[in-house]
């Protein structure tokens, strides 16, 4: 089958297999898969839970995927042809599994409360965890991605992997890089080896969702001046003069001669909060 937007076929039986325990899978479960692509996840996924909606933008791997009758689609997959950045997913769960709940899920006001998972393409990893992470919130978000990305996205504060996107995510997600997964594993091998990421919505997430945008610009901005201490991140972010940048790390309780990436998440909204905008 052709692979017009250069996708990597995940083969591996046992991987396909940890994947779907990572998601917890329960029999009421409705699950979100992003790129099914030849559906090798979707089968697995599909006897372990009560519904899949799987979103595929390719439309001839959408149509291979209705037609082939050796093995068909599990009757309880559904198809939806269309970009996943552009779509609704709260829409698309409920069309796919209106009249099913899912274990351990928060009930939402814009259709059931659902899972994601998917084998995503690298060129739109950010932009992907970040719809997924839009309210109302999955219950969790398994995401196979490149190894890289996955490394940022539950670094810990101090090394060279701790970033803003780091920061951007655990603000409302606990992050877990869960295993590796060699080139071998996909049919065509990509050039890198990719990670399964778990992320997990926080019940209390630490930003507000008002607040999220300011404060993706005010980590982006920091993390840009990465090699100056916070004050004179600050005096470029917020153009405060030095007294007034010291006083904010003063009252966040922030070191001042501290160089972003030795923040933690906590003491990033600490300033922002502290910070006047």
Known sequence: MPRPLGQHFLTDPAILDRIVSALDPHPTDVVLEVGPGEGTLTRRLAPRVARVVAIEKDLRLAEGL????????????????????????????????????????????????????????????SPLIEKALQPPLPAVIVYLVQREVADRVAAAP?????????????????????????????????????AVLRLTPLTDPLVREEERAPFRAFV??????????????????????????????????????????????????????????
Do not use: M
């Open 66 to 125: 209705r037609s082939r009758i050796d093995p068909p689609l599990p009757e309880n997959v559904t198809i939806v042809e269309g970009d996943a950045l552009e779509l609704n997913w709260r829409e698309v769960a409920a069309a796919g599994g209106e009249g099913s709940a899912a274990h351990g899920q928060r009930p939402t006001a814009n259709g059931p409360p659902f899972k994601v998972t998917g084998n995503i393409p690298y060129y739109i990893t």
């Open 158 to 194: 101090g090394g060279k992997t701790y970033g803003a996107l780091t920061v951007g995510v655990q603000a409302v997600a606990r992050a877990e890089r869960l295993f590796v997964v060699r080139a071998g594993a996909f049919r065509p091998p990509p050039n890198v080896d990719s």
């Open 220 to 277: 982006v901005g920091l993390f840009g001046q990465r090699r100056k201490q916070i004050t004179g991140g600050l005096r470029t972010v917020a153009s405060l003069d030095r007294d007034g940048a010291l006083a904010r790390c003063a009252g966040a309780g922030i070191d001042p001669t501290a160089r972003p990436e030795a923040l933690s998440v906590a003491d990033f909204v600490r300033l922002f909060r502290a910070t006047p905008r």
